[in-house]
């Protein structure tokens, strides 16, 4: 009945009927000193203890176990060494405890100085080191057990198997999965599953699929390692078929299944898939745990749908580090800078301890959103937190935001004042900065330090034949695309695609191998007279080829964006549309998007290597809604619908770019989460 009231929680009853007892032996004494630990009460626990008379090693180990399961550390170690004497349990359960608790150099220790050891004493070394990122160790441990001819168990086997899936050893893994079969232990659910991750992490995923079909699998961790196995191989589609087997023979797919589906998902940049098992994760409750609600901030974030990634990420409930770092990161990847600092605001007052990701988000928010002076505070507030230390990152993201406000001098002595040696991306930064504001002699001499650096490295070679051609420099453009030539640098081409239904649609500039791509240029063509009419004028600088005028705006008009555009126009309807680019898009385009916006009346998302531009008709939208509102609530023929139509005719010059419309409304912790609206100072 004690045993029943302590398994059930009920700690009061089992305490009751104890003190009712009229004889208790060690057996119930040590009975209720269990309950009492598996119930989380310490301290009634250690009191049963002290008052009890005739201790074993059973006790003593009951409550070195406890202290360990809530990190008294020191308080289990002083009991251990006070044990009258110790069995393989006690010091087995200290080992582990250690481990558990991120002592492992104390682990390594105590298991020397044991005078017997078993399997199990062995295997939680193996597990711990392999835990604790020290898979070496694991093997070398592993063979050292078989020196001493102790017999693995399927524990054991597990966990050196995924010792070598994380080392990447294939040839041990491959000479234990041998032992493995020949002692029989192959049909292990945990064995199983750690050799198909070994074979996935070693990039033979169909050496992974082999021993997944050997039988027939009704646990969920055997199905989980291989999706997850599909995934690392990049073969996200089988990761999703992997995922839909599992829905459809009823196996309900656990935390980790959901992860990497929504992972594949992401990869992809299929938010329509993501969608789907959103909506699975919602049917079996698990949308709310962290680790899921991670995934899905991640994948929302990455897909262009930032909104949707913030009422996400508002709904779970214990928000861990990852769950901030990925929302913030995600804003600024958006460019909402105030958003970014409102949730940094937000997680200060949670108690939330920040690390080197959070303040990298934050200073790339102020970055993407032109806020210079907040980005300074911010980065001179990184060595005042005791636990981080300025990384290569954070300057490099310092050196941005100077960049784009026009400190160049400021942000190339920064870079000379750093204690550590600046990397490409650094450099690359300041030669970015370089272009936007035309500083030849300063892009120069950041270009010879790439060079210096790394000889090869093409995005240089290409921003400074870019910065070259805004000005004009056209001989200079051809001795750099010369070298690039001679050292057989290829440029990368650019290229947009657009997701449909799991599909991806790739345009090159000037591409004519879609099927639609009649139907595609003739869209662009009628596009091109619409922005003419809205007073558009291309900026030829962009054109970068030395070439008469007429031929720089057709090189101009024909840029993959804008024929990825039109194919979701001509494929869609009304529906946000989202394209992605593998490069950064350039300012003559950045401008006509704006307009075709405007033109089309729907929000264009267009991603390029840097981050998500949102264009959309801001206060058309409001101003619309607002007025059927109005009219679908009012009994009166006062037309609201027709002024409706009206003012966003009238208005329709207010369309504005919100990569420069970064305001924050109702965030987390005060209600609903509102997309940007346009400031003051946005016309």
């Known amino acids: 009945m004690i045993a029943g009231y302590a398994e059930s929680l009920m700690l009061n009853e089992a305490l009751n009927l104890f003190d009712k007892m009229p004889v208790k032996d060690t057996v119930m004494w040590n009975l209720m000193i269990k ?36 990190g008294k550390v020191e308080k289990a170690k002083s009991l251990f060494w006070e044990m009258p004497q110790r069995d393989v349990a006690a010091w087995n359960a200290m080992i582990y405890g250690y481990f558990e608790n991120g002592r492992v150099d104390e682990a390594v220790k105590l298991f020397e100085v044991m005078p017997y050891r078993n399997v199990i004493s062995w295997t939680s070394v193996i597990s711990g080191l392999d835990q604790h990122g020290r898979s070496d160790e694991t093997l070398l441990t592993f063979k050292k057990m078989l020196g001493f001819f102790v017999e693995p168990n399927s524990s054991t086997f597990a966990s050196v198997i995924t010792a070598c899936a994380n080392a990447r050893d294939l040839g041990l893994g491959s000479e234990i999965h041998a032992y493995v079969v ?17 074979y996935a992490n070693c990039m033979h995923v169909n050496d992974s699929y082999k021993v997944f079909s050997e039988r027939s699998h009704t646990n969920v961790v055997v199905w989980t390692s291989l999706l997850t196995g599909y995934g690392l191989n990049y073969n996200h589609n089988e990761a999703l078929k992997v995922f839909g087997d599992m829905i459809r023979i009823g196996l309900l797919p656990n935390q980790s299944s959901f992860t990497s589906a929504l992972n594949s998902s992401c990869e992809m940049e299929s938010i329509d898939l993501g969608r789907e098992i959103h909506g699975v994760a919602v049917k079996l409750g698990l949308n709310t745990d962290a680790f899921v609600g991670n995934s899905l901030v991640v994948l929302y974030s990455k897909c262009g749908n930032i909104n949707d990634g913030l009422v996400v990420f508002k709904e779970i409930p214990e928000k861990n580090i990852v769950s901030w770092n990925s929302i913030i990161v995600g804003c600024a990847q958006h460019g909402y800078g105030n958003w970014a600092l409102t949730l940094y605001a937000q997680m200060v007052r949670s108690r939330v301890d920040m690390d080197d990701i959070t303040f990298t988000g934050l200073l790339a928010a102020c970055s993407h959103s032109g806020m210079l002076e907040k980005g300074r505070r911010l980065f001179q507030c990184i060595p005042q937190s005791s636990s981080i230390e300025v990384t290569l990152e954070h300057y490099s993201c310092m050196v941005d935001i100077l960049c784009r406000s026009g400190k160049l001098n400021e942000a190339e002595d920064l870079v000379k004042s750093m204690p550590m040696t600046p990397n490409l991306s650094i450099w690359l930064s300041l030669l970015s900065g370089c272009k936007k504001h035309l500083n030849l002699e300063l892009a120069e001499r950041a270009a010879e330090n790439i060079f210096h650096l790394d000889p090869n490295c093409s995005a240089a070679y290409v921003l400074l034949s870019n910065i070259y051609a805004f000005s004009g420099r056209w001989s200079d453009v051809a001795r750099i695309r010369g070298n690039m030539k001679r050292r057989g640098n290829i440029k990368q081409p650019g290229c947009s695609w657009v997701n449909q239904k799991g599909i991806r649609h790739t345009f090159l500039s000037g591409d004519t191998s879609h099927p639609l791509s009649d139907r595609i240029y003739e ?37 993959s ?12 309807h009304g529906s946000a549309i989202t394209v992605m680019k593998n490069l950064r898009v350039c300012g003559d385009c950045h401008s006509a998007i704006k307009l075709i916006a405007k033109i089309v009346e729907r929000e264009i998302i267009v991603r390029d290597s840097s981050r998500f531009h949102h264009f959309r008709d801001v206060w058309a939208l409001k101003v619309a809604r607002a007025c059927c509102s109005v009219g679908s609530v009012s009994a009166k023929p006062c037309g609201w619908g027709l002024w409706g139509v009206n003012l966003v005719a009238l208005i329709r010059w207010t369309q504005t770019d919100t990569d420069h419309v970064c305001t924050s409304r109702d965030l987390p912790g005060g209600g609903i989460f509102e997309g940007p609206v346009p400031s003051s100072s946005s016309g």
């Open 561 to 572: 964006e804008r024929l990825a555009i039109c194919f979701a126009l001509i494929t869609t």
């Open 35 to 70: 309950g009492c630990v598996d119930c989380g009460e310490m301290e009634m626990g250690l009191k049963l203890f002290e008052e009890m008379k005739q201790r074993n090693v059973i006790s003593y180990t009951t409550m070195i176990n406890g202290f360990l399961k809530f």
């Open 523 to 559: 869209k662009l063509e009628w596009l091109t007279e619409k922005l003419k009419e809205y007073g558009y004028v291309p900026d030829q600088r962009y054109a970068l080829h030395d070439v008469e005028d007429e031929q720089k705006e057709v090189l101009l008009s024909y840029h």
């Open 182 to 198: 020949k002692l029989g232990y192959l049909y292990d659910t945990y064995v199983t599953a750690s050799l198909i991750t070994l």
